[in-house]
């Protein structure tokens, strides 16, 4: 269930308040928002709980969900990214995760894989911890998740080219921070 058409009618349905919908779209979002949520508050327990209550919300407020054609997905990712600020904002501060653990939820990996890929994740995901959240958004949807650049743009209320532009200059800011760290680490930059 995952075409245009498709979503149209499942928002039609939810709507109409068919609690089929409702479970369908849960089993449809739920593990993507749980992922997302993780990614950005840092703590799996909160990730289930914020996860669960945009379902809550999303129950709540259908009545003004205005279906502009497939847009149920970036509604509900819409919902999260606000739960998430509430929730940054009553921390007051900010939380990271591991990018193991964010990986690990989304399916099994041998853990001969894990160990090889161990360092690479950390030096990778501190490089991702210094972009700003915009450009963290995209390498999530974009590379974690494998959303298209089309998608990517209504989760993140942009047009595909600003998000493509968000990408390659995410990219690029990787690639320096990488690059300036190894070389710190060799002692070229002293």
Request: glycine letters at 6%; aromatic letters at 8%; a negative charge.
């Amino acid at each position: 269930m995952s075409s245009k058409n498709d979503l149209v009618e499942l928002a039609r349905r939810a709507k109409a308040y068919d609690p089929l919908a409702f479970g369908e779209l849960f089993d449809l979002y739920f593990e993507k928002l749980r992922r997302y949520v993780c990614y950005k508050t840092g703590d799996i327990d909160m990730a289930e709980e914020i996860a669960s209550e945009v379902f809550s919300r999303a129950l709540a407020g259908i009545d003004s969900f205005d279906d502009r054609g497939g847009t149920l997905g970036a509604w509900l990712f819409g919902i999260a990214r606000n739960l998430v600020a509430r929730h940054h904002e009553s921390m007051a501060k900010n939380l990271t995760v591991d990018l193991e653990q964010v990986l690990s939820l989304s399916g099994g990996s041998t853990p001969e894989v894990t160990i090889l890929q161990n360092e690479s994740y950390a030096d990778l995901y501190r490089a991702i911890g210094q972009l700003s959240d915009p450009h963290r958004d995209v390498v999530f949807f974009r590379f974690i998740e494998g959303y298209d650049v089309k998608t990517v743009a209504q989760l993140m209320d942009r047009k595909p080219a600003a998000v493509r532009l968000l990408q390659h200059r995410a990219i690029l800011a990787i690639r320096e921070i990488m690059t300036a760290e190894d070389s710190t680490a060799r002692g070229d930059g002293q």
